[in-house]
């Protein structure tokens, strides 16, 4: 697969933007930047969430009434949450794992298909093989497994561990973590699948926003 110059740079971009976001989220842990900074970077998950969630609302007195409180929190919590960073961090680091793993484990739960094989069948255009379905199955089992162990150990190592132990695990080790994770699923997905029922990651990629255009289910 060829890649542009420009694929290159916005990947280099991301590279660079995530192992920033580490370094400061590290330094914010330790008390060594700026408590502001660091709040901004702890609660910009949160945000990012709440501000999508106001995008796709089609309601404006509830969208205005929904920033109105959040700003509202933010300025009367601020003091508060600038003495309390490493939580905030902890709590980023924990909710993120948590809310990823349910979202793969949810869809093994009942009748319905893994997350996985929605995702392939949007690549395949709604067909794909009994190989292909028990792969994606298994595959989702096992990200579902690796989300739901990183909450776990950065809980014990908040609780257990000393504090700069629990953030080298949890900020500059959660990139490389899943780094490892995607290239031990590839390889398995090479000895899993044949060529021809291997995607590539653009049409991963697209099949993932695909599925995210859509309303899910009632019962995944």
């Known amino acids: 697969m060829t890649v ?3 694929q290159l740079l916005r990947g280099l971009a991301v590279v660079i933007f995530l192992v ?7 330094f914010g842990t330790a008390g060594e ?10 609660l910009a998950p949160i945000l990012a969430a709440l501000g999508l969630l106001l995008w796709r609302n089609t309601h404006p007195l509830l969208t205005g ?3 109105l409180a959040a700003l509202g929190g933010l300025t009367w919590w601020w003091p508060t949450l600038r ?5 905030l961090f902890f709590i980023q680091h924990l909710g993120a794992n948590l809310a990823l793993g349910t979202l793969f484990g949810r869809s093994l739960l009942g009748g319905g298909e893994a997350l996985i094989t929605q995702l392939a069948k949007a690549v395949h255009h709604g067909e794909i093989s009994e190989r292909k379905r028990i792969y994606t199955r298994k595959a989702t089992l096992a ?3 690796f989300f739901l162990s990183n909450a776990l150990i950065s809980a014990i190592l908040w609780f257990f561990a000393p504090q700069p132990v629990w953030s080298v695990f949890a900020n500059l080790l959660s990139m ?5 994770m995607f290239v031990a699923e590839h390889i398995w997905r090479v000895y899993a699948l044949p060529p021809e029922e291997r995607p590539s ?3 991963v990629a697209r099949a993932y926003r695909m599925h995210g255009k859509q309303t899910p289910p009632a019962n995944p």
Request: net charge negative; hydrophobic share 65%.
């Open 4 to 6: 542009s110059p420009a």
């Open 33 to 42: 930047s700026s408590a502001d900074l660091s709040v901004l970077l702890a």
């Open 65 to 67: 009434s929904a920033i």
């Open 176 to 180: 490389p973590l899943l780094a490892a």
């Open 20 to 26: 920033l976001w580490a370094l400061l989220a590290h």
């Open 143 to 145: 990200w579902t497994l």
């Open 83 to 87: 003495q309390n960073i490493p939580l």
């Open 201 to 203: 990651i653009a049409q």
